[in-house]
């Protein structure tokens, strides 16, 4: 047989041989040629002549494996962690150097990709690769994961009977007939020809050009700042040019009750309002005390504040039923001014009967106010007997 014939013949097999199998085929053919047929084969299918005589000597051995082994047990090359005793133990350090390795690890301020991890073995002594230790760290257990959300901050032993609390206070304050608002201050906003996250229908190859580096300009930023009225499902929401103070969300909330509350509610005598525990209603910030004090004496109602526990504000209502939908609204469009800004908020809408009111608030707004003992002294306070303040 020439060697074109062998190679032919040889080549179609090789698909549906494994490592033995290819091996005592070409020991078989090598035999059937006789004299020089160990070179023939190793010319026509590159075998290694040695690889050729093992399998000529297994079939004259007829040397039998257990079902799914390819060679004997102990056979073929030995895994790096076996040959190099310490490369296990060196990675594990650079993985996770807090717990157990060193603090000052190299990698410890680092990404750990495979490539960085390797370049460190290999500083060490280990002769690995990017590949071999992507292996390595499968084996033991580890995987790409990121980051989950699930640490509220610290938490109080009831804040089950917290929550319980604030509900049963809404709804003995509905059942009144009597308002009950959610506030918060929503993320502050550049004003200018900035990239916005989302993306609206446009035509093909003609996006929206935008500024290339989020730098503020002269127009500054807006701080927009919300009232929801949880039982009409209505939002007002004043946009702000200057500090977000306990002063300014006092003040959205008296435009709220003269432009939207009043109205809805004639004859109220209490507004309960739902907060964050920080921020410009936090529970221990004492301007807001004094605001919410001056508001009530100018419009003869009593104010009642719930405080949602630290690390829960996205249960406040008005995360979820007003500001993702203002988001949703504007997405994918670049917030030229203010009056965008403006328009874009009061035209939220959802299909549950959502309306926004939205006005611009230019006032100028001074951080730091100190509050003195005395002022705090004229403040009707009267706290909640389950945790008040």
């Known amino acids: 047989m020439d060697s074109r014939t062998l190679k032919r013949k040889l080549k179609s097999l090789d698909p549906s041989l494994d490592e033995r199998t290819r091996r005592l085929t070409l020991g078989a053919e090598a035999k059937s040629l006789g004299r020089g047929g160990i070179a023939q084969v190793a010319r026509a299918t590159g075998a290694s002549p040695n690889t050729i005589r093992r399998g000529m000597r297994e079939l004259e051995a007829g040397e039998t494996l257990p079902p799914g082994r390819v060679r004997r047990a102990g056979g073929g090359r030995k895994k790096a962690s076996a040959n190099d005793s310490t490369l296990l133990r060196d990675l594990e350090k650079l993985v996770d150097p807090g717990t157990r390795g060193d603090p000052e690890s190299p990698t410890r301020w680092t990404a750990t990709s495979l490539r960085v991890l390797a370049r460190e073995l290999q500083k060490l002594g280990h002769e690995v690769s990017h590949v071999l230790v992507g292996r390595l760290l499968r084996e033991q257990g580890y995987s790409l994961q990121a980051n989950r959300k699930t640490k509220e901050g610290k938490q109080h032993p009831d804040r089950d009977a917290q929550f319980r609390h604030i509900d049963r ?22 004003v200018g020809q900035f990239k916005n996250a989302g993306r609206e229908w446009r035509p093909r190859g003609m996006p929206e050009r935008v500024s290339t580096h989020d730098f503020p300009t002269e127009q500054g930023k807006a701080v927009p700042y919300g009232v929801y009225d949880l039982a009409r499902n209505e939002g007002f929401v004043s946009v702000g040019i200057d500090h977000d103070t306990a002063e300014f969300a006092v003040h959205t909330i008296a435009r709220w009750w003269t432009t939207m509350g009043r109205a809805r509610y004639p004859e109220a005598k209490s507004i309960l309002i739902l907060a964050d525990a920080g921020g410009s209603n936090g529970n221990r910030l004492r301007l807001w005390k004094v605001e919410l004090q001056k508001l009530a004496d100018k419009t003869g109602l009593t104010f009642r504040v719930c405080h949602y526990p630290p690390g829960t504000s996205k249960w406040n209502k008005i995360e979820h039923r007003l500001f993702s939908f203002v988001t949703q609204n504007w997405r994918g469009k670049p917030l030229r001014t203010l009056a965008t800004i403006v328009s874009l908020i009061a035209a939220t809408r959802t299909s549950e009967g959502l309306k926004v009111r939205c006005e611009l608030d230019e006032r100028e707004y001074r951080k730091g106010i100190k509050i003195s003992k005395a002022q705090m002294a004229s403040v009707n306070l009267r706290p909640e007997r389950f945790h008040g303040e």
């Open 169 to 190: 206070q809404i709804q003995k304050q509905q059942q009144a007939g009597e308002p009950v608002i959610s506030v918060d201050t929503k993320k502050k906003e550049l």
